[in-house]
């Protein structure tokens, strides 16, 4: 079955950029029928949407993070990856990837990475 | 952005009670709701799609109804595995948003 993992550094510095990326396994990430996201969770707070991707590259940014967030995807490498610039404490957080079809929306995700933003 | 106000943000209940938890949102999101399910330190799981759909493999206890712009997640017999936190979803349009999730204790 398909099944999504987050990889990383779980830590990063104040001001520099936070770099994740999905890997899909089991299955295509060039599938028309899905859209590939990230979502993070503070800690112990709730879920907010960073954005999506289609696997033609194009994408979709929450407002609140657009100046600073980048979402791309490499076809060739089955992956999706975020980046996050100029990071504070405020991005610490768990960050989950997931994969989104129209009709379901969430309904796979990957286990989540805490990311802390520290000195 | 879409407002999802979520209530109540705690609920105490006991297994077997019946419990329901309310999602209301800013503006008409046509059914276009989903529940999830999140236990600590774990991935929220997806309970209920468009309102009203069980996702496969979810057990029928769960249920979802919608009426305008309020939607509801009912348990109708809670059991010990349903001791959680829920979070309603809105994906009608961007920005996608979240309610501010209801925990469910144990009584």
């Known amino acids: 079955q398909v099944q999504l993992q987050e990889s990383g550094p779980g830590l990063v510095k104040p001001s520099e950029t936070l770099s994740l990326t999905c890997t899909v396994s089991?299955?295509?990430?060039?599938?028309?029928?899905?859209?590939w996201g990230w979502i993070r969770q503070p800690p112990g707070k709730g879920l907010a949407w960073i954005g999506n991707?289609?696997?033609?590259?194009?994408?979709y940014y929450n407002p609140s993070l657009m100046s600073r967030v980048t979402i791309s995807v490499d076809t060739s490498k089955n992956q999706f990856s975020l980046k996050l610039s100029s990071v504070t404490a405020a991005d610490t957080a768990v960050y989950y990837c997931?994969?989104?079809?129209?009709?379901?929306?969430?309904?796979?995700w990957g286990q989540g990475i805490l990311v802390t933003v520290s000195p | 952005d879409i407002q999802m106000t979520q209530s109540p943000s705690t609920l105490s209940a006991s297994v077997g009670d019946r419990v329901t938890i309310t999602c209301r949102a800013s503006?008409?999101?046509?059914?276009?709701l989903a529940w999830f399910q999140q236990k600590p330190g774990k991935a929220p799981n997806l309970l209920i799609y468009?309102?009203?759909n069980l996702e496969s493999g979810v057990p029928s206890r769960f249920s979802g109804s919608e009426s305008g712009t309020e939607f509801t997640l009912t348990i109708s017999s809670l059991q010990p595995d349903d001791f959680a936190t829920y979070y309603c979803?809105?994906?009608?349009?961007?920005?996608?948003?979240f309610g501010q999730g209801t925990k469910l204790e144990i009584k």
């Open positions: 468009k309102a009203s």
């Open positions: 503006q008409s999101i046509s059914s276009w």
């Open positions: 089991g299955g295509s990430i060039s599938s028309s029928s899905y859209y």
């Open positions: 991707i289609f696997y033609t590259g194009s994408t």
């Open positions: 997931a994969r989104q079809e129209a009709m379901t929306t969430w309904a796979l």
């Open positions: 979803q809105q994906y009608n349009s961007f920005p996608y948003t």
